[in-house]
């Protein structure tokens, strides 16, 4: 059975302190891994789509990388306003796009 | 382009009693999926539809619950003879047909049973 796991559960990191949220999967044939931020009672927002090993996505502090075992998130200087919870997902080959979602990372940005 | 919608917010209800959710979609968006949530976990698979069709229906989903997309637009929820183990969030999230996999969700409807 598809797995993804993401580590650690929990982040506490200071305004401006760089660090990287991890998701780790075990699927075959991989379609796609998606990256997504979930703020507390909200449903979650879509953030990135990666494809194959190697591939990057940026979107102002955060990056997005993917190889074959494991995807990073990496937040550079972050604000208070990156807290959320940041979730990953995979998606399997096959006919349905029904993407299997990890227990998620909460980050908490000290001022 | 007014997002997903879902109704209600939120729902208190007694053990035993039938609860039914709504999602409505963004328009032209032919996929569309319910997921459900518990505190300090991610979002759980529970059934699956392009347009109004029910392709796929994760073992979660007992017989006590039932969906439904008619003419491929709103879709409803339902759960009979409620549990408190179904006190979650349910999320519906929707894609356009094309799409690789990203999907739009609602804010999710909260359901407490006492």
């Known amino acids: 059975e598809d797995q993804v796991t993401q580590s650690p559960e929990a982040l506490r990191l200071q305004e401006g302190e760089s660090s990287s949220l991890n998701c780790s999967y075990t699927v075959s044939g991989l379609r796609g891994l998606f990256w997504y931020r979930q703020d507390p009672g909200k449903g979650p927002e879509f953030l990135f789509t990666?494809?194959?090993a190697g591939e990057e996505k940026e979107k102002e502090r955060l990056k997005a990388t993917l190889t074959k075992k494991e995807s990073f998130l990496h937040i550079t200087a972050p604000k208070p306003e990156d807290s959320a919870t940041y979730l990953c997902?995979?998606?399997?080959?096959?006919?349905?796009?029904?993407?299997?979602f990890g227990r998620g990372t909460s980050l908490i940005v000290h001022p | 382009d007014t997002g997903v919608s879902q109704d209600p917010r939120h729902k208190i209800t007694k053990r035993g009693q039938n609860v039914t959710f709504r999602c409505d979609p963004i328009?032209?968006?032919?996929?569309l999926y319910w997921y459900r949530q518990t505190l300090g976990q991610g979002p759980e698979f529970l059934t699956y539809?392009?347009?109004?069709?029910?392709?796929?229906k994760s073992r979660l989903l007992s017989d006590r619950f039932s969906a439904e997309r008619p003419k491929g637009s709103f879709s409803t929820l339902e759960i009979q003879r409620t549990e408190q183990g179904d006190s979650a969030m349910y999320l519906c999230?929707?894609?356009?047909?094309?799409?690789?996999?990203?999907?739009?969700f609602g804010e999710g409807s909260r359901l407490t049973v006492l």
């Open positions: 328009s032209e968006h032919n996929r």
């Open positions: 990666l494809y194959s």
């Open positions: 539809f392009q347009n109004e069709a029910q392709l796929e």
């Open positions: 997902a995979v998606q399997a080959p096959g006919g349905s796009y029904i993407p299997t």
């Open positions: 999230a929707t894609s356009p047909a094309g799409s690789t996999g990203e999907l739009f």
